[in-house]
Every structure is written in C-alpha cells, then in structure tokens.
C-alpha cells in the first residue's frame, strides 16, 4: 500500500497545486466565501478522517449549554440517503441526517438544533431563518469549505498522525497543503497519549505552530458502557468489538487492558445489515463461554438500534460513550468564551 501511494506521488504534486489555486482564489477574492453574521465555530482538520472531530463537537456543545448559550450543530451529514438542507428532529435517523447529526440530536434533544447541509452556505441562512434567536453556529468539518467564513476556526490533528508529519493525498492523507493551519486561530492535538511528557507536547507544538497559534492537547476519556437493554455489565472478562469507523485503535487498547477481546471491523460509516447482524452473533457464540459482551462505539449505535436482534439480552450489545480532556482546559474554556460574547 504505502509503495502504491510513492508511485501516486506525481498526482499528489497535481492535487496540491489544485488546492493551492483554489485556496488561492479565496484568499485574494476572486471565489467569495459568505462571512457568516452570528457566532460560529468551525471544528475541522488537514486530513482525510478518524481525527476525533466529533467529540470536540461534543465538547463545544456541553460547554456551552453550560454557559447558557443557544446554539445549532450544522454538518454535511457523511453517509446520508438525502440531499438539501434538513433540519433533524428526535427520531431522525442516520440514513436522513448522518451518524453524527444523529448523534447529537439524540443525546441533547431540543436542547440544540442539529442541521445538515452539503452546501454550508445554504445550511447557514436556513439556521438564521429559522432559528434566529440562536447565539452561536457549530460547524462540523467544514475547515476546507471555504466558501463559508466562520469566526473561529479549531483545527484538530491526532498525536500520532500530525499533519505536519503527513503530504498531500494520495500520497498522504493531507487534504490541502500544511500552510492551510494559517487559518486556524486554536489548533488541538487529540488522542494525546496519557502521561505524554511536557517536554514530548513542547516539540509537538514547535513542529505545528512554533508558538503562533496556541496548541491545545486533548485525551480520550471513556465513560461507563452503555447497554442496549439495561444488560448488566458487571465482571467483564471477554469483549467482541465492532466498529464502522476511520481508527478503532484507541478503543482496541483501551479494551486490551480491561478483557480478553476479538474485533469485527466494518468500513467507517458502514451501513449495517441483517446478514452483518447474523455474522456478528454467530462469532458471538463461539468467540467466548462467559463474563462476555458485544461493544461497540456510540456512532455505530446509531445504526445498530434499529436492529431489534441487538435488544436480545443473549448477546449483550453495549456502546462506548467517549468524552474529552483537554489540557489546560480553563485557558482553553477563556478563548472561545472571550469569542462567544466579543460584541
């Protein structure tokens, strides 16, 4: 594979020039991009998936509803069967409005609105149509969608896979050059090792930013399994792992360290079906005698729920809640405060 990507280096030298015309374009005005009135927040990346997006998200959300502050989740919504704007409602589904709209919506009901839009510009004006008392607009990768502007843009790159460290596609995984960090004004470096050293996120942050944006380091927190039927979860000694997304290896060694595990991986935002069904419980039954259960991640249960084979108490279906810790959070907390409530 990696020999296949050197051979595509030519294409990646292609690619990075269109990008770097297109971005070009923006810069100097020649393509317009829509400076959008309220509050808003883009959360998005240099590279193709599996940064942690979506529990950044989260984040920004709680903090916040927290705070008091209204506000709408607005997304592509990757996966769906639809186009056009949609507005979710609590019984959306992925198939209508995305994994991770999904997502949203169901964890914080009518407390957020949750919109999604291939065209962001599109998707931004129905917020401010129908939602006009809304302080703040949360935009969920939408770095390289230019032709909208948010105010603040956070710009995030996993620990083990730094843009800094990567090229162009397909070469690499890189959707634009590096220089496109310039626009960033917060820049979190997630799936940050715990007990990584202070002088280790020191040269981390040199190979980023060399101090002119301020770097942020974030952890996976993991929450108490979910269960799909109130299964009780006590004295797990074996775990059967299924995941539809970009980079499961975090909650792999996350488990590793808890139980005996085996994992079934689908491709990111995989649409499930009965026969995949079939085949995850018949390995269920042979994969272990006792103390055993199926996990698998939150997005993924947004897909999974309609199964109603998954509620069996026979095979134990849970979900992996995730959340986030940011290093140095109250300076963190002060920045996008300070942006939120700037007249």
């Known amino acids: ?16 020039v269109i990008t770097f015309l297109r971005n070009k374009c923006f810069d100097f005005g020649i393509f317009k991009s829509y400076n959008i009135p309220d509050k808003s927040i883009i959360v998005g990346n240099l590279s193709v998936g599996g940064t942690g997006k979506s529990p950044h998200i989260d984040y920004l959300i709680q903090h916040f509803l927290t705070e008091g502050v209204s506000l709408s989740t607005l997304s592509r919504g990757y996966g769906r069967k639809t186009k056009g704007v949609i507005i979710a409602t609590i019984s959306s589904i992925p198939e209508e409005i995305g994994d991770e709209p999904t997502q949203y ?11 999604v839009a291939e065209k962001r510009v599109e998707g931004v004006k129905r917020i401010q149509e129908e939602f006009p008392t809304n302080k703040l607009i949360l935009l969920d990768d939408a770095f ?8 603040l843009n956070i710009l995030i790159t996993p620990f083990n896979d730094l843009f800094s460290h ?4 397909p070469t690499g995984n890189l959707r634009e ?12 470096v997630s799936k940050t090792p715990k007990g990584c050293s202070e002088q280790e996120k020191e040269r981390v ?4 930013s060399s101090g002119i944006i301020p ?3 974030s952890s996976i927190a993991y929450g108490k399994l979910v269960s799909f039927n109130d299964f009780k979860t006590d004295d797990i000694e074996n775990a059967l792992i299924v995941t539809g997304i970009v980079n499961p290896t975090p909650l792999i060694e996350y488990w590793k360290t808890k139980a005996n595990i085996e994992h079934i991986a689908f491709p990111d935002h995989h649409n499930f079906t009965q026969k995949d069904i079939t085949l995850i419980h018949e390995k269920f039954g042979t994969f272990a005698s006792r103390s055993k259960v199926i996990i698998t991640t939150e997005k993924d249960y947004m897909r999974l729920r309609g199964f109603s084979e998954v509620k069996d108490e026979n095979f134990a279906w849970h979900y992996q809640p995730i959340t986030i810790d940011i290093d140095n959070q109250p300076t963190f907390n002060k920045i996008i405060n300070e942006y939120v409530r700037k007249v």
Do not use: E
Request: aromatic residues 14%; charged residues 25%; without cysteine.
């Open 205 to 208: 942050k040199d190979s980023l």
């Open 144 to 151: 390289q969608h230019r032709a909208v502007k948010a105010g």
């Open 215 to 217: 770097v942020f380091f």
């Open 1 to 16: 594979m990696k020999v296949l990507r050197w051979i595509l280096f030519p294409v990646a030298l292609i690619y990075g």
């Open 177 to 188: 050059w590096q220089s496109g960090k310039k626009r960033s004004d917060i820049i979190i």
């Open 105 to 115: 919506k169901s964890r914080y009901s009518d407390r957020i609105q949750v919109v």
């Open 166 to 169: 990567d090229f162009m596609l």
